[in-house]
């Protein structure tokens, strides 16, 4: 069950803003009625509540947070119990072990593997049930779309498809591997928002 937030004017948001579709959260946050601001810059990090991790190429994400010395400030934010959610690449990015790669923060205990769905003319939708609101289903779209491989066990699983982890939560760290900001449905950025108002 989502709980009312009472003051989401209150809250700041910040997104990955490096690369990616970045500015398609923003607008979800703000329909939702928090702040959001576009973050750039590593300082940035302490001045806001909680944090997107967006889609796009996370190769490129990666060698941007190396370039800019992210990672420090991302392992503060995240120690701090802030709450950080990453789509798709930020997914990639965050989980404690990627396939085949040598990049993962290690911020949520599960094994994923890049571009498991197939090429971009692969994408797909799919309408999926929510693990914590028993409304109507979610239109989850896939793009490039990684797959969750395994997950430990205090891994909390809130969606998937055909036996595949699609949407699941640890602690302070939500991930999925399909993009919410790309349709106008918000219950998934509002019930990070009650991650963030709980953290």
């Given at each position: ?119 971009q003319i692969d994408s797909f939708e799919e309408y999926i049930s929510l693990g914590f609101n ?17 997950a430990g066990p205090d891994v909390d699983i809130l969606s998937e498809i055909k036996d595949n ?35």
């Amino acid at each position: 069950m989502v709980v009312i937030i009472k003051n989401k004017e209150l809250i700041r948001v910040g997104v990955l803003a490096l690369q990616g579709a970045f500015r398609e959260h923003i607008n979800c946050i703000k329909k939702c009625g928090a702040d959001a601001v576009e973050i750039k810059f590593p300082y940035q990090l302490k001045e806001i509540d909680g944090l997107i991790i967006p889609g796009g190429e996370s190769t490129t994400i990666n060698k941007l947070i190396k370039k800019y010395d992210f990672k420090p400030y991302l392992d503060e934010f995240y120690k701090s119990g802030k709450a950080i959610y990453g789509t798709c690449a930020g997914l990639i990015l965050i989980a404690k072990k990627v396939a085949n790669e040598d990049f993962g923060l290690g911020y949520i205990d599960v094994e994923v593997a890049r571009n498991s769905y197939g090429r971009q003319i692969d994408s797909f939708e799919e309408y999926i049930s929510l693990g914590f609101n028993g409304g109507e289903k979610f239109k989850a779209i896939f793009i490039r779309a990684p797959k969750i491989l395994s997950a430990g066990p205090d891994v909390d699983i809130l969606s998937e498809i055909k036996d595949n982890i699609i949407l699941a939560s640890q602690g302070n760290v939500l991930v999925s591997t399909f993009h919410p900001e790309l349709q106008d449905d918000t219950r998934i950025h509002e019930y990070f928002l009650n991650m963030i108002e709980k953290s």
